[in-house]
């Protein structure tokens, strides 16, 4: 289920922002993240289903990582995750706020669908950043819609309450400069510029579909975070490079579609208001 894949790799984040990879093994970690996730919510898998999956999926080398007695070392290391993550269980994730947030709208309902499909998908990819710790759900489901929009060419002109929100996300989130979105925009897209990077055809995967350009400049500053409930306890976010020229977000300009990832869990239909 997505719900518990997603509070898995959060709770691995906020496990490493105290513990080194070299102290405790990525993989045995993973493996004891989605066994507590599972029960959190309640989509539970017996630990040996999950020692079973990851011995089909490492190599021999990766696997040894849980040592002699693999069950051992998952029941050991949920203790210590429970008390890193001091038993802070409850974590909740962008997709409800971005299917809630998607019937505000009004238009083109099958551009409004596409939208929702593209940002849940960028919400599935945006568990591979940090921006889970660094911000509230709520402003990560805006955050996605403005990048979903934005690459859909899908401009949203007519939402439910106008007559009282200038933009159309300060219905959802108070205080919010397009700042902030596009900050989190540029996590989400960096990861596709990185990937880029690393396959030597300049593709991903099979050297297709090759992910677009980074939009945002890598050295531009970003704004200040507010603190999340989501985030406690965690050290401070590490400082990013300072910029030279520019002082401030480059905007989002000339966007292309990223490549089209594994196939992520469809959203549930969501009902549109006609324009």
Known sequence: HYDTLATGIVYFHRFYMFHSFK?????V???CCLFLAGKVEETPKKC?????TARSLLNDIQFAQFGDDPKEEVMVLERILLQTIKFDLQVEHPYQFLLRYAKQLKGDKNKVQKLVQMAWTFVNDSLCTMVALQWEPQIIAVAVMYLAGRLCKFDIQDWTSKQSSRRWWEQFVHDVPVEVLEDICHQILDLYSQAKQQMPDGGIGTGENPPPPSILSPSATLPAKKAS???SPRPPRPAQPSPKDDSKVAKLTNLEPPPPPPPPPPPPPVSINPG
Do not use: A, E, L, W
């Not at 102290?23 to 993989?27: A, C, E, G, M």
């Open 23 to 27: 102290q405790f093994p990525r993989y």
């Open 229 to 231: 409930p989501q985030t």
């Open 48 to 52: 040996k289903d999950i020692i079973k």
């Open 29 to 31: 970690t993973g493996g």
